[in-house]
C-alpha cells in the first residue's frame, strides 16, 4: 500500500486528482451541481487516461463534491448537495450573525475528520469483506442480486413501486444490443445504431445531466445573492476541537455505517447524525440557532458515508449510493468490474482507491482553507445564465469522448427527452386531477347527497393506484382518507369536502415542477 501511495503521489495521477477534487468542490460548493454530476461528467474523460489516474480523478470528484456542500449551505441556507441539508440548520444562523468564517472553518475540519474516520474503516473492512465474498457460490450471488433490487427500491422511500419500475425499466435497456453469449441482435427493431447496445453513461449523462440543465432554466433570478461579510476566523479553536471529539466520533461512526448500507446515503446520515448530536448535547435548545456541533454533526456525517458507502463497492461490487453507481460506470470503462475478486484480480486498483480517498480528503481541506472558504462564496454569485451552458457542453462533448460515438449522444438526448417528456405529461396528469377533484368537491358541496359522495368515491378509487405510484404516498393518503370517511348524513360534510379540496391543494403544491420542489 505504501508503495503505491508513492507511485500516486509521484505521477502524474496526483494531477488529474487534484483536478477532479477541485472540480467537485466547485459542483459541490454551487447548489444544483452534485457530486454525482461532477463524477458523471469526468468518466467519459477518463476513458483516455491510464486506470491509476482515472480512479484518482473520479475519486478525488467524489469526495471534493461532498465535501463542498457545506459553502452553499452556510451562505445562502441552501444545501450544495442532499448531504448537506442539516448543515443550513446552524451554518446560516451563524452566518447571519455574522459569523460565516467560523461556521465555514469548523464545516471544513468536520469534513477532514469524518473522511479519515470512514477510511479507516474502510481500510479495515474491505478486505475481511472481499475475503468472505470469495466463498460465494450461486446461492450467495442470488442473494446479493435480490438484495441489490432490495436497495434500489429503498431509494423511493414510501414509493417502492417506482423503485421496482426503475429497476425493471433498467434491466430492460440492458438487453438491447448483442447477445454476449450467442451473438445474436436483441431488441434492435432492425435499427443500425441499437445493436451495439445502449450505453449505461449515456442514458446517466441524458437524464441526471441535460435535463437537470434545461430544469435548471426555470429558475428567474439569474444569480444567488450571497450576503455580504467579511470571512474571518476561519480556523476552528483548540478548544472547540476538545470539546466536539465525542461528537466527531460518534457521527463519524453512524455515517460510516449508514455509508455500509447500499441505497441508503449522505442525506439519511446528516439527518441522523444531526439528530444524535442534538440529543446528546447539554443544550438541544441551542440547536438550529447557530450551534457549531450542528455543523460538525452534519459535515462529520456525511464525509464518513464516503469510506462505508465504498466497502460493499470495493467487497461485493454494490454500490453504496448514486455516487458510487456512477463508479461503477467509471470502472466498466476501464475494463474493471467490481465485486468479490476485486481485491484478488485488481490489487493495484484497490490501493489506489484507499489512497486517493485519504489524499483526496486532505487536500480538499488544505485548498478550502487556504482559499475555497474565501473564493467559493464569490463563485456563488456566477449567474446560472452563464454556468448551465457550459455544463451542457461538458456534458455532450464528454458523452461523445467516452466511444467517440455520435450514437451515444443520441442517446443522451433521447433520454433527455424521454426524461423531460415523462416530466411534462405528469404536470398535465396533476393539473387534470387537481381541476376534477376542485370541481367534483365545488358542485358536491352545493347539495351533498348520497349518490354524489358514491360519484366522489368512484373517481378516486378508479385511479388510486396510479396515484400512489407517481406521487407522495402521505399526500395521496391524506386525499384518501378523506375520501373515505364522505358521509353524505353527516353534518360535518361540508367541512370534509374542504378537506378534501385542500388536500388536493397540497399534493398539487407539492407535485407541480417548480424552483422550490426541485430544490
Not at 426555470?218 to 479553536?237: G, R, S
Not at 483548540?238 to 463519524?252: A, D, T, V
Not at 435548545?285 to 456525517?301: C, M
Not at 358542485?443 to 348520497?450: D, R
Amino acid at each position: 500500500m505504501l508503495e503505491s501511495l508513492g507511485g500516486l503521489i509521484t505521477s502524474s495521477a496526483l494531477l488529474y486528482m487534484m483536478a477532479g477534487t477541485l472540480l467537485g468542490l466547485i459542483f459541490g460548493a454551487i447548489p444544483g451541481l452534485t457530486a454525482t454530476l461532477a463524477v458523471v461528467i469526468l468518466i467519459p474523460l477518463t476513458y483516455s487516461l491510464d486506470t491509476v489516474s482515472g480512479v484518482a480523478m473520479l475519486i478525488g470528484a467524489y469526495m471534493g463534491g461532498i465535501s463542498g456542500g457545506f459553502v452553499a449551505a452556510i451562505m445562502l441556507n441552501m444545501p450544495g448537495t442532499p448531504s448537506s441539508i442539516t448543515t443550513t440548520f446552524d451554518g446560516f444562523p451563524l452566518a447571519q450573525q455574522g459569523k460565516a468564517g467560523k461556521a465555514l472553518g469548523v464545516g471544513n475540519t468536520s469534513n477532514l475528520v469524518g473522511s479519515f474516520i470512514g477510511w479507516v474503516f474502510l481500510l479495515c473492512l474491505a478486505p475481511l469483506l472481499s475475503k468472505v465474498a470469495l466463498s460465494f457460490s450461486a446461492f450467495e450471488y442470488t442473494v446479493a442480486l435480490i438484495f441489490g433490487f432490495t436497495a434500489v427500491i429503498a431509494l423511493s422511500g414510501e414509493s417502492p413501486m417506482k423503485g421496482l419500475i426503475a429497476a425493471l425499466l433498467g434491466l430492460t435497456l440492458t438487453l438491447v444490443g448483442y447477445d454476449t453469449l450467442t451473438g445474436m441482435p436483441r431488441a434492435t427493431f432492425g435499427i443500425g445504431m441499437l445493436r451495439g447496445g445502449i450505453s449505461y453513461m449515456a442514458v446517466m449523462i441524458g437524464v441526471y445531466v441535460i435535463a437537470e440543465v434545461f430544469t435548471q432554466v426555470e429558475e428567474i433570478v439569474k444569480t444567488f445573492i450571497v450576503p455580504k461579510q467579511e470571512i474571518h476566523h476561519i480556523h476552528m479553536t483548540l478548544q472547540e476541537f476538545k470539546e466536539s471529539i465525542p461528537n466527531f466520533i460518534r457521527s463519524g461512526l453512524i455515517g460510516t455505517f449508514i455509508g455500509i448500507l447500499p441505497g441508503i446515503g449522505g442525506a439519511f446520515a446528516n439527518f441522523v447524525t444531526y439528530d444524535q448530536a442534538k440529543k446528546a448535547s447539554k443544550d438541544p435548545d441551542s440547536f438550529g440557532k447557530g450551534n457549531i456541533q450542528g455543523i460538525v454533526a452534519s459535515e462529520t456525517g456525511n464525509n464518513a458515508v464516503i469510506g462505508g458507502a465504498l466497502i460493499p463497492f470495493i467487497s461485493l461490487g454494490i454500490p453504496g449510493d448514486v455516487v458510487t453507481a456512477a463508479l461503477l460506470g467509471g470502472l466498466m470503462i476501464q475494463g474493471i468490474n467490481p465485486g468479490p475478486l476485486f481485491a484478488q484480480e485488481h490489487p493495484d486498483v484497490v490501493y489506489v482507491i484507499y489512497n486517493a480517498v485519504l489524499l483526496s480528503a486532505v487536500l480538499c481541506f488544505v485548498f478550502m482553507q487556504l482559499i475555497g472558504i474565501r473564493l467559493f462564496p464569490k463563485a456563488l454569485r456566477i449567474p446560472k445564465y452563464v454556468l448551465l451552458p457550459v455544463v451542457l457542453i461538458m456534458a455532450l462533448v464528454g458523452t461523445y469522448n467516452m466511444n467517440f460515438s455520435v450514437n451515444d449522444v443520441w442517446f443522451a438526448v433521447i433520454f433527455m427527452i424521454l426524461c423531460v417528456a415523462s416530466c411534462i405529461g405528469e404536470q398535465i396528469y396533476l393539473t387534470e386531477t387537481y381541476d376534477e377533484i376542485c370541481k367534483i368537491t365545488q358542485t358536491v358541496s352545493e347539495s351533498p347527497s348520497k349518490k354524489d359522495v358514491e360519484e366522489i368515491k368512484r373517481f378516486w378509487n378508479k385511479n388510486d393506484s396510479i396515484y400512489f405510484i407517481i406521487w407522495d404516498h402521505s399526500a395521496i393518503n391524506d386525499i384518501a382518507l378523506a375520501i373515505n370517511a364522505l358521509d353524505s348524513d353527516s353534518d360535518e360534510i361540508k367541512k370534509d369536502l374542504a378537506d378534501i379540496k385542500n388536500a388536493g391543494k397540497a399534493l398539487y403544491d407539492n407535485e407541480r415542477l417548480s424552483f422550490d420542489n426541485i430544490l
